[in-house]
């Protein structure tokens, strides 16, 4: 609210006490609004785009959605022999099998480092000259690569501008007539941004307001973080100055009177507009400013997760000893597309180990997979119970006090477009964070982690800011109406701000002027 100096209205018969807020109050909140209500109405209305049109990106879904069915005839090579042409003493940290370049190849993982060697031959893929990245590029939109306009791209733009594309420069840029862009990195030869027009025009709108995502700001990291800080810990203060002061002026008896009627609020026009809406959508400006500030981690402590100790080791205890990759020579990967059937369009193949033990897990999509042990018949999941005594075992000295089976989603397990996978293995611990775990039978990974301080994080951000309620969630597009009305609230608040921001401002200068006349 941004009630200016404090007019009383006129034709006053009834007795009022001194309801005149404290001087201080109102000046910060004046001045403070009118810095504001500017980017308080950037931020609701871009709220509203948000909700359906995020900022463009690549996902592991849109990687599978495009990715190629393996070709088992294509793989000549076992994971071990591949390696070896490497010449590397120690296991790999991750082992994948996957197309690339219309050839089976494997990529290995080894600490910070990472090769790729092609399954048919075992010849490593180190460089990626312009015209494999266009072939890439033209594949993953289906045109034909002498239509697409090639730029190289060595600095940030406003589609390449976070922090993960650092270590993928130099970027090439394919840009289509339809508006469709890809940028594919030189470092790995992947495509690791895709746009189209829609997408952008969505993200101007949207996401790139919201966040304050401009290029010449965002790229400085560090003072982009902090000025979204300071903007969103400043707004909660001006829209807490703003419910002080109209509940401080507002009358629940009626004590004051306007043109003849009772009236519980002093003020007409604007004013007495943009108290109501502060008293009913103050609160929510203030806990969505709050909230939206935690995303950007200024208290550490609040948002953090589960120790990495703890972690690691329930992790560690899953994955279990690195597999020797001449384990898999049992069972080659060829022989497991094979097995996995013609109903299973394999595109990905990871080499795993759960519990000291080797499997292939094979996927086709995202939350279809498939575990193909080394010997026997494959399967939808690991044992449930044999993961529950790995956790228990991982975990001591602390204990497992909960177990249980999540079949939908709930409070702290949940998601708006359905891709955290379900069902999942619940476990508590009773150590001193009371860490909680979601365990996806599928993969034997933990896809979601809390601890006492993230919990409070879960509400306060989360919650709070995205209204992530699982009743909500459950009953769409419930969430999108009740969003949608708290956002028109906000902007309906936001414009009443702007139009007293202007008659303060127009006020000021009109005074400048009369005391300075040209």
């Known amino acids: 609210m941004l009630p200016g100096r404090f007019h009383i209205v006129s034709n006053w018969d009834v007795p009022r006490p001194n309801i005149r807020p404290n001087k201080y109050l109102i000046f910060f909140h004046r001045w403070l609004g009118v810095g504001f209500c500017l980017l308080f109405l950037l931020w609701f209305a871009s709220g509203a785009i948000l909700m359906y049109w995020d900022y463009p990106s690549v996902s592991a879904a849109d990687r599978l959605k495009r990715e ?3 070709d088992g005839s294509k793989i000549l090579l076992s994971p071990a022999r591949a390696y070896d042409r490497l010449k590397i003493s120690e296991p ?6 996957g197309t690339f370049d219309g050839r089976p190849a494997y990529t290995f993982v080894l600490g910070g480092d990472q090769w790729m060697l092609y399954a048919d031959d075992g010849q490593e893929q180190s ?8 072939r890439a590029a033209a594949a993953w939109t289906g045109q034909p690569s002498a239509k697409a306009k090639v730029e190289e791209n060595s600095e940030e733009d406003q589609w390449t501008v976070a922090e993960e594309f650092r270590d993928l420069r130099p970027l090439r840029k394919y840009s289509w007539p339809d508006g469709e862009q890809v940028y594919v990195s030189t470092v790995t ?3 690791v941004q895709y746009s189209t027009r829609s997408s952008r025009m969505g993200a101007f709108f949207g996401a790139i307001p919201h966040w304050l995502y401009f290029t010449p700001l965002r790229k400085h990291g560090q003072q982009w973080s902090r000025l979204v800080i300071w903007a969103s810990g400043f707004g909660t203060v001006t829209a807490i100055l703003g419910i002080v002061i109209g509940v401080w002026v507002y009358s629940p008896s009626r004590r ?6 009772l009236s519980r609020i002093p003020y007409t026009g604007q004013k007495r507009w943009h108290m109501i809406l502060g008293l009913i959508f103050g609160p929510l400006a203030c806990t969505w400013v709050f909230s939206g500030m935690l995303s950007m981690d200024p208290f550490p402590r609040l948002q953090s ?8 080791r329930l992790m560690g205890g899953l994955r279990g000893d690195p597999i020797p990759l001449t384990a898999f020579d049992a069972r080659l990967p060829s022989e497991v597309i094979q097995q996995a059937g013609s109903n299973f369009e394999v595109k990905e193949l990871e080499l795993i180990g759960v519990a000291g033990e080797p499997y292939y897990l094979a996927t086709a999509a995202p939350q279809q997979t498939l575990l193909i042990p080394l010997l026997g018949a494959p399967a939808a999941e690991f044992d449930r119970m044999k993961i529950i005594e790995v956790l228990r075992t991982a975990a001591r000295p602390a204990e497992l006090t909960q177990v249980r089976f999540v079949t939908e989603y709930e409070s702290y397990y949940l998601d708006r477009h359905n891709r955290l996978p379900l069902p999942v293995l619940f476990v508590r611990l009773n150590d001193a964070e009371q860490s909680t775990y979601y365990v996806d039978p599928k993969t034997a990974r933990i896809v979601r982690s809390y601890n006492d301080h993230s919990r409070w994080n879960r509400w306060l951000y989360h919650g709070l800011h ?7 969630y459950k009953h769409r597009p419930a969430w999108d109406i009740v969003v949608l009305l708290l956002l028109i609230g906000g902007n309906s608040l936001c414009v009443t701000s702007l139009l007293l921001a202007w008659r303060v401002l127009s006020r ?3 005074a400048i002027l009369e005391e300075h006349p040209s």
């Open 189 to 191: 030869g992947d495509v």
């Open 466 to 472: 995205s209204i992530d309620l699982p009743w909500l």
């Open 256 to 261: 004051f009177r306007d043109g003849g009627m």
């Open 305 to 312: 997760g589960n120790s990495d100790r703890t972690e690691a």
């Open 92 to 97: 790999p940290d991750q082992v994948s099998l």
């Open 508 to 510: 000021k200068v009109a």
């Open 127 to 134: 460089e990626f000259p312009p015209e494999m990245t266009l």
């Open 68 to 70: 190629p069915a393996l």
